[in-house]
């Protein structure tokens, strides 16, 4: 099993980041799958969840109407928009398959002027 997300960098506040992440060795379709993120000396926190077909979506608070979390089965592949950024979503995002254990490596996004 690999979860690779990628896209994480450096932005402005206020601006935009799309991460990715590309799944594979499980049926990808098959599951939910979820970001989280950890920020220094944080726990980490959910950020957004999306169900299998994609028809229903979930959003933390400090995110909603900003975040928006999409999945393309067909290329198993998760994705996170992120826009109108604040310099507190700095922090290693990691996309995940809860309900199995399978989380993937993580991607750093830093907001700062």
């Known amino acids: 099993v690999q979860l690779q997300a990628y896209g994480g960098g450096r932005v402005q506040p206020g601006g935009s980041l799309r991460l990715s992440c590309a799944a594979s060795?499980?049926?990808?379709?098959?599951?939910?799958m979820s970001w989280f993120r950890q920020a220094p000396g944080k726990e980490r926190e959910f950020v957004a969840g999306?169900?299998?077909?994609?028809?229903?979506?979930y959003y933390a608070d400090s995110v909603k109407g900003r975040f928006t979390i999409s999945r393309d089965n067909a290329k198993n592949t998760l994705h996170l928009q992120m826009n109108s950024m604040k310099s507190e979503d700095t922090a290693v995002y990691f996309c995940?398959?809860?309900?199995?254990?399978?989380w993937g490596q993580g991607t750093q996004v830093t907001v700062s002027s």
């Open positions: 060795g499980f049926m990808f379709e098959d599951y939910a």
């Open positions: 995940a398959n809860v309900g199995s254990g399978y």
């Open positions: 999306i169900r299998r077909s994609g028809a229903r979506t």
